[in-house]
């Protein structure tokens, strides 16, 4: 009975109004994912270049990564948002395309941070690959 | 009794001192303009820790740190805000540094990549100089002529 009252509030409050939130992207070489957050950091909503309906080598071309950004934003915009932040993470050509969509689709955006992670040389990478 | 009281007092003093401070932690203190198109570009910076007078006005709770910071000022066209934002990545050097750390490279590969970067880092340094005393080309062509 508690976890059922726990289930309904849980789904109200994900109507709740997010006026500002952070837009993570995340560019790798294969794929880009675009997940909206709070100022929390809790996560609104996400999309990815693979849920846009591409798959194999087109997940990663700038294209993807455009309706990928176009598609999370849309998701949020409906629910209020209307400024932002942008964190980018990764190598991957989804950086520009991803930031341009989000420049597009009319969200003020405050900063725009390169957040990708660097090893202050830690772990070993893996081999490199004889192709 | 005397003698252990006197041999570690001995060693106390053999041991480095214990007085040494902390190495200075390095942390980049931006430098804004006063201008409201500030460009904040402070590689490894974390906030909240040395940085107390919160020169970033973001309103995010926690503490992320970023390589590359760029604020957005109002009705910044889409091409101008993508040219700064790639001119400052370029600048710290991110898509080179993760290229580098994807695979493994060996000691050989390593001395390579530094020789190149030197190599280039020299010419394009070289170059430079030459634009602005002409006097040095001059004499570099003399002694290529001489040589041939």
Not at chain 1, 56 to 71: D, E, V
Not at chain 1, 86 to 91: A, T
Request: some cysteine.
């Amino acid at each position: 009975m508690g976890s059922r009252r726990n289930g309904r509030i849980s789904s109200r409050k994900n109507a709740r109004k997010v006026p500002k939130g952070v837009i993570h992207i995340q560019a790798s070489f294969n794929n880009t994912i675009v997940t909206i957050t709070d100022v929390r950091g809790r996560v609104i909503s996400w999309s990815s270049a693979g849920t846009c309906g591409f798959r194999g080598t087109r997940r990663g071309t700038p294209f993807a990564a455009q309706t990928a950004a176009g598609n999370a934003i849309r998701t949020v915009v409906d629910q209020g948002m209307q400024r932002a932040e942008v964190m980018i993470k990764g190598p991957g050509l989804g950086r520009d395309a991803a930031l341009r969509a989000i420049r597009r689709s009319g969200i003020l955006l405050s900063f725009v941070r390169d957040v990708t992670p660097m090893p202050h040389n830690g772990c070993r990478p893996p081999k490199k690959r004889r192709v | 009794m005397a003698a252990p009281l006197a041999l570690s007092n001995f060693l106390s003093f053999l041991s480095p001192p214990s007085s040494i401070s902390p190495p200075p932690h390095v942390s980049f203190f931006p430098s804004t303009s006063s201008s409201p198109s500030s460009l904040v570009a402070a590689p490894r910076r974390f906030p909240g820790g040395e940085l107390s007078s919160a020169a970033s006005p973001s309103t995010v709770c926690f503490n992320s740190s970023y390589n590359v910071q760029i604020v957005v000022e109002e009705n910044e066209p889409e091409e101008r805000l993508l040219n700064r934002f790639r001119r400052e990545v370029m600048r710290a050097g991110v898509i080179q540094e993760c290229r580098r750390r994807r695979y493994f490279e060996n000691k050989q590969d390593e001395k390579k990549r530094r020789v190149r970067d030197a190599a280039k880092r020299n010419r394009k340094r070289a170059s430079i100089f030459e634009i602005f005393e002409p006097e040095h080309r001059a004499t570099r062509v003399r002694e290529q002529e001489k040589r041939r």
